[in-house]
Protein backbone atom coordinates (compact mmCIF):
# COMPACT_ATOMS: atom_id res chain seq x y z
CA UNK A 1 0.00 0.00 0.00
CA UNK A 2 1.11 3.45 -0.62
CA UNK A 3 1.77 6.46 1.29
CA UNK A 4 -1.93 8.03 2.20
CA UNK A 5 -2.37 11.46 1.36
CA UNK A 6 -5.59 12.40 3.01
CA UNK A 7 -7.65 10.06 5.61
CA UNK A 8 -11.52 11.00 6.86
CA UNK A 9 -12.06 9.43 10.42
CA UNK A 10 -15.81 9.45 11.38
CA UNK A 11 -16.76 13.03 9.81
CA UNK A 12 -19.57 15.03 10.73
CA UNK A 13 -20.91 17.99 9.12
CA UNK A 14 -24.14 20.23 9.77
CA UNK A 15 -26.13 23.06 9.03
CA UNK A 16 -28.59 24.80 11.66
CA UNK A 17 -31.86 25.55 9.62
CA UNK A 18 -34.06 28.19 11.09
CA UNK A 19 -37.76 28.82 10.83
CA UNK A 20 -38.77 31.61 11.22
CA UNK A 21 -43.17 32.06 12.03
CA UNK A 22 -44.81 35.32 12.60
CA UNK A 23 -48.20 36.14 13.59
CA UNK A 24 -49.53 39.87 13.61
CA UNK A 25 -51.93 40.57 16.56
CA UNK A 26 -53.19 44.10 16.83
CA UNK A 27 -49.72 46.06 17.02
CA UNK A 28 -47.12 43.40 18.55
CA UNK A 29 -45.37 41.13 16.16
CA UNK A 30 -44.80 37.81 18.01
CA UNK A 31 -42.06 35.56 16.91
CA UNK A 32 -41.46 31.91 17.30
CA UNK A 33 -38.29 30.35 16.03
CA UNK A 34 -37.59 26.55 15.59
CA UNK A 35 -33.93 25.58 15.16
CA UNK A 36 -33.74 22.15 13.15
CA UNK A 37 -30.02 20.60 12.14
CA UNK A 38 -29.23 19.55 9.11
CA UNK A 39 -26.10 16.87 8.82
CA UNK A 40 -24.79 17.07 5.04
CA UNK A 41 -22.21 14.37 6.43
CA UNK A 42 -22.52 11.47 8.80
CA UNK A 43 -20.02 9.05 9.90
CA UNK A 44 -17.91 9.93 6.70
CA UNK A 45 -14.00 7.53 6.59
CA UNK A 46 -12.35 6.95 4.19
CA UNK A 47 -8.49 7.10 3.52
CA UNK A 48 -6.99 7.52 -0.42
CA UNK A 49 -3.61 6.90 -1.68
CA UNK A 50 -0.93 9.39 -2.92
CA UNK A 51 -1.69 9.71 -6.59
CA UNK A 52 -4.84 8.54 -6.82
CA UNK A 53 -7.68 10.09 -8.42
CA UNK A 54 -10.91 8.87 -6.34
CA UNK A 55 -14.72 9.50 -8.02
CA UNK A 56 -17.05 11.23 -5.70
CA UNK A 57 -20.80 10.13 -6.34
CA UNK A 58 -24.07 10.46 -5.48
CA UNK A 59 -27.56 12.53 -5.85
CA UNK A 60 -27.83 16.28 -6.00
CA UNK A 61 -27.75 16.61 -2.14
CA UNK A 62 -25.94 13.72 -1.22
CA UNK A 63 -23.22 15.71 0.44
CA UNK A 64 -20.39 15.77 -2.33
CA UNK A 65 -19.88 19.44 -2.61
CA UNK A 66 -19.99 19.67 1.28
CA UNK A 67 -17.18 16.92 1.46
CA UNK A 68 -14.93 18.95 -0.55
CA UNK A 69 -14.75 22.30 1.80
CA UNK A 70 -14.52 20.51 4.81
CA UNK A 71 -11.43 18.96 3.18
CA UNK A 72 -10.41 21.97 1.53
CA UNK A 73 -10.76 23.37 5.33
CA UNK A 74 -14.16 26.30 3.80
CA UNK A 75 -15.95 24.18 6.12
CA UNK A 76 -15.21 23.12 9.51
CA UNK A 77 -16.71 19.36 10.70
CA UNK A 78 -18.88 19.11 14.04
CA UNK A 79 -16.41 15.94 14.94
CA UNK A 80 -14.46 13.01 13.30
CA UNK A 81 -10.84 14.15 11.45
CA UNK A 82 -9.52 15.28 8.15
CA UNK A 83 -5.79 14.53 8.20
CA UNK A 84 -4.05 15.75 4.87
CA UNK A 85 -1.18 14.47 6.11
CA UNK A 86 1.15 17.74 5.57
CA UNK A 87 0.00 17.71 2.21
CA UNK A 88 -1.83 21.31 0.71
CA UNK A 89 -5.10 21.02 -0.88
CA UNK A 90 -6.62 23.60 -3.14
CA UNK A 91 -10.51 23.63 -4.17
CA UNK A 92 -11.89 24.48 -7.79
CA UNK A 93 -14.09 26.47 -6.24
CA UNK A 94 -15.26 30.22 -7.86
CA UNK A 95 -13.74 33.05 -5.95
CA UNK A 96 -13.65 31.80 -3.20
CA UNK A 97 -12.24 33.89 -0.57
CA UNK A 98 -11.61 36.68 -3.16
CA UNK A 99 -10.96 40.08 -1.23
CA UNK A 100 -12.73 42.60 -3.92
CA UNK A 101 -10.93 45.50 -2.73
CA UNK A 102 -7.99 44.19 -3.77
CA UNK A 103 -7.00 43.75 -7.18
CA UNK A 104 -6.73 40.40 -9.15
CA UNK A 105 -2.56 40.18 -9.02
CA UNK A 106 -2.96 40.70 -5.26
CA UNK A 107 -6.05 38.20 -4.88
CA UNK A 108 -3.05 35.63 -6.63
CA UNK A 109 -0.74 36.26 -3.98
CA UNK A 110 -3.66 35.87 -1.02
CA UNK A 111 -4.83 32.99 -2.05
CA UNK A 112 -1.82 31.30 -2.75
CA UNK A 113 -0.49 32.47 0.79
CA UNK A 114 -4.00 30.82 2.06
CA UNK A 115 -2.90 27.36 0.37
CA UNK A 116 0.48 27.56 2.44
CA UNK A 117 2.64 28.37 -0.37
CA UNK A 118 5.79 30.83 -0.36
CA UNK A 119 5.66 34.05 -1.89
CA UNK A 120 8.53 33.15 -4.12
CA UNK A 121 6.60 30.25 -5.09
CA UNK A 122 3.28 31.91 -6.20
CA UNK A 123 6.14 34.71 -7.98
CA UNK A 124 7.36 32.47 -10.46
CA UNK A 125 3.68 30.94 -11.27
CA UNK A 126 1.96 35.02 -11.66
CA UNK A 127 3.00 35.11 -15.15
CA UNK A 128 1.74 32.01 -16.03
CA UNK A 129 -1.40 32.38 -14.02
CA UNK A 130 -1.98 35.77 -15.44
CA UNK A 131 -1.57 34.77 -19.23
CA UNK A 132 -4.05 31.88 -18.53
CA UNK A 133 -7.04 33.95 -17.30
CA UNK A 134 -6.91 35.71 -20.18
CA UNK A 135 -7.55 38.76 -18.03
CA UNK A 136 -4.76 41.00 -19.43
CA UNK A 137 -4.94 44.82 -17.87
CA UNK A 138 -7.71 43.82 -15.30
CA UNK A 139 -5.18 41.95 -13.74
CA UNK A 140 -4.66 44.97 -12.06
CA UNK A 141 -8.34 46.28 -10.87
CA UNK A 142 -10.19 45.19 -8.01
CA UNK A 143 -11.74 42.18 -8.46
CA UNK A 144 -14.88 43.78 -6.98
CA UNK A 145 -15.31 45.41 -10.74
CA UNK A 146 -15.12 42.25 -12.23
CA UNK A 147 -17.67 40.77 -13.88
CA UNK A 148 -18.53 36.73 -12.70
CA UNK A 149 -16.88 35.49 -15.84
CA UNK A 150 -13.74 37.51 -14.94
CA UNK A 151 -13.84 36.02 -11.53
CA UNK A 152 -14.38 32.61 -12.60
CA UNK A 153 -11.39 32.54 -14.75
CA UNK A 154 -9.16 33.96 -12.09
CA UNK A 155 -10.27 31.42 -9.50
CA UNK A 156 -9.58 28.63 -12.28
CA UNK A 157 -6.22 30.42 -13.24
CA UNK A 158 -5.06 30.08 -9.58
CA UNK A 159 -6.38 27.00 -8.39
CA UNK A 160 -5.27 24.74 -11.66
CA UNK A 161 -1.96 26.47 -11.53
CA UNK A 162 -0.47 26.82 -8.09
CA UNK A 163 0.98 23.48 -7.14
CA UNK A 164 -0.77 22.02 -4.54
CA UNK A 165 -0.02 18.03 -3.62
CA UNK A 166 -4.20 17.17 -3.59
CA UNK A 167 -6.81 18.87 -5.96
CA UNK A 168 -10.34 18.93 -5.16
CA UNK A 169 -13.02 19.17 -8.27
CA UNK A 170 -16.29 20.02 -8.10
CA UNK A 171 -18.14 19.30 -11.94
CA UNK A 172 -20.31 22.12 -10.90
CA UNK A 173 -17.46 24.52 -12.11
CA UNK A 174 -18.47 26.65 -14.84
CA UNK A 175 -15.77 28.61 -16.37
CA UNK A 176 -16.07 32.25 -17.94
CA UNK A 177 -17.15 32.13 -22.34
CA UNK A 178 -17.18 29.12 -24.33
CA UNK A 179 -13.27 29.18 -25.00
CA UNK A 180 -11.89 29.53 -21.75
CA UNK A 181 -14.38 26.75 -21.08
CA UNK A 182 -13.35 24.47 -22.94
CA UNK A 183 -9.84 25.06 -21.99
CA UNK A 184 -10.47 24.44 -18.62
CA UNK A 185 -12.03 21.28 -19.36
CA UNK A 186 -8.59 20.04 -21.05
CA UNK A 187 -6.86 21.66 -18.08
CA UNK A 188 -8.63 19.36 -15.83
CA UNK A 189 -8.71 16.32 -18.31
CA UNK A 190 -4.64 17.13 -18.86
CA UNK A 191 -4.47 17.19 -14.54
CA UNK A 192 -6.68 13.92 -13.67
CA UNK A 193 -4.59 11.98 -16.97
CA UNK A 194 -0.84 12.82 -15.82
CA UNK A 195 -1.32 10.61 -12.15
CA UNK A 196 1.39 13.14 -10.71
CA UNK A 197 -1.72 14.73 -8.43
CA UNK A 198 -3.91 13.29 -5.95
CA UNK A 199 -7.46 14.07 -6.92
CA UNK A 200 -10.88 14.04 -5.59
CA UNK A 201 -13.36 14.71 -8.33
CA UNK A 202 -17.15 15.14 -7.92
CA UNK A 203 -19.05 13.92 -11.25
CA UNK A 204 -21.88 12.78 -12.66
CA UNK A 205 -20.05 11.76 -16.17
CA UNK A 206 -20.20 7.93 -16.05
CA UNK A 207 -17.52 8.25 -18.83
CA UNK A 208 -14.81 9.94 -17.18
CA UNK A 209 -15.89 8.33 -13.98
CA UNK A 210 -14.74 5.14 -15.81
CA UNK A 211 -11.97 5.99 -17.08
CA UNK A 212 -10.29 8.23 -14.83
CA UNK A 213 -10.67 7.31 -11.27
CA UNK A 214 -8.91 4.82 -9.57
CA UNK A 215 -11.88 4.08 -6.86
CA UNK A 216 -14.76 5.65 -6.12
CA UNK A 217 -16.62 6.58 -3.53
CA UNK A 218 -21.23 6.69 -3.33
CA UNK A 219 -22.55 8.83 -1.04
CA UNK A 220 -26.49 9.10 0.04
CA UNK A 221 -27.91 11.79 2.12
CA UNK A 222 -24.25 12.53 3.85
CA UNK A 223 -23.66 8.78 4.19
CA UNK A 224 -21.37 6.44 1.95
CA UNK A 225 -23.07 3.78 1.12
CA UNK A 226 -19.94 1.86 -1.23
CA UNK A 227 -16.45 2.96 -1.55
CA UNK A 228 -14.11 0.91 -3.77
CA UNK A 229 -13.68 -0.55 -7.23
CA UNK A 230 -14.57 2.01 -9.75
CA UNK A 231 -16.67 -0.29 -11.82
CA UNK A 232 -18.30 -2.04 -8.89
CA UNK A 233 -19.31 1.09 -7.44
CA UNK A 234 -20.43 2.82 -10.03
CA UNK A 235 -22.76 0.01 -11.20
CA UNK A 236 -23.82 -0.59 -7.62
CA UNK A 237 -25.07 3.69 -7.96
CA UNK A 238 -26.60 3.05 -11.02
CA UNK A 239 -28.88 0.03 -10.10
CA UNK A 240 -29.80 2.27 -6.97
CA UNK A 241 -30.82 5.04 -9.34
CA UNK A 242 -32.36 2.89 -12.05
CA UNK A 243 -34.82 0.77 -8.88
CA UNK A 244 -35.09 4.50 -7.60
CA UNK A 245 -36.93 5.48 -10.50
Known sequence: MGKIALALDKVYVSYQIINTFKIRRAHADLKDQTIQRFYALSDVSFSLEEGKILGIIGKNGSGKT????????IFSSDSGTINLNDNRASLLSLGVGFQTTLSGLDNIFLS????????????????????YSELDDFIYKPVGTYSSGMVSKLAFSISSILDTDILLIDEVLSVGDVGFRKKSFEKIHSIISNKTKTVLIVSHDEVLVRAQCDEVVWLEQGRIMQHGDTNETLDAYLAFMNQAK
Open 66 to 73: TLLKAISG
Open 112 to 131: GMLLGISKKEIQSKVDEIIQ
